[in-house]
């Protein structure tokens, strides 16, 4: 399968989904493949998202929050929208972009112990890996 090469990862703030998706693509996407995530606007890296990557071995201190508008937008090729908020306000981008939308429940409003949230945002992350895995044919013949 032909990947597009500049591929973005959108949600509203960039600080939780987004950064979870560019996590699990750059360890899923062929080589030579440029992974993005950015935000409508940027909130910060979220504590428990960080949490959760870590124990997947997911390294992501390289990555940042941040907002659309610092990307190389005329590279896109591919924008994956995770919220429904981020879909309704995706900014247009020059060119033939694939657009598709991936809703994925947000998990930062979750309240209770540190456990019950610990819990909450390891099944988004979880399902945002099954979803990543698919689309980058990972562990299917």
Request: glycine residues 8%.
């Amino acid at each position: 399968m032909t990947y597009p090469k500049h591929i973005l990862f959108l949600c509203t703030g960039n600080s939780c989904r987004s950064q979870m998706a560019e996590g699990f693509a750059r360890k899923y996407a062929p080589h030579g493949i440029n992974i993005y995530s950015a935000g409508v606007r940027a909130d910060g890296m979220n504590p428990y998202m960080q949490r959760v990557m870590a124990e997947k071995n997911i390294d992501i201190s390289g990555q940042s929050s941040k907002t659309v508008d610092s990307l190389p937008k005329d590279q896109i090729e591919a924008v994956f929208t995770l919220c429904d908020h981020a879909a309704q306000n995706c900014p247009v981008f020059p060119g033939e972009v694939i657009r598709e939308h991936w809703g994925f429940p947000d998990p930062a409003g979750t309240e209770g112990s540190d456990a019950e949230i610990m819990t909450v945002y390891r099944n988004v992350r979880d399902d945002i890996e099954v979803k990543l895995k698919s689309y980058f044919n990972v562990g299917h013949e």
